[in-house]
């Protein structure tokens, strides 16, 4: 999946999840910056796996910091 594919789509799903658009950035830490809550959290990483098709373990959340970071992560997931 291109990685413009894929910045588009979880910009999609961040929205989803509440988070203004014009908060969004590559450089955007996910739990510090965009998702209020656990709850968040949990919806954001429900609605992730859904829209590309992946199982994210625990041992992975670590390497989802932040939204490019997160990109990075989608792109060695869904090659």
Known sequence: MKQETIRRNLYKV??????????????ATLREELLVDELDLTCFLFLLETKFEVEIENSEL??????????????????
């Open 14 to 27: 961040l929205r989803k999840t509440g988070v203004p658009r014009e908060k969004i950035s590559e450089e």
């Open 62 to 79: 670590p390497m989802l910091q932040s939204v490019g970071s997160t990109i990075e992560f989608l792109q060695k997931h869904c090659a």
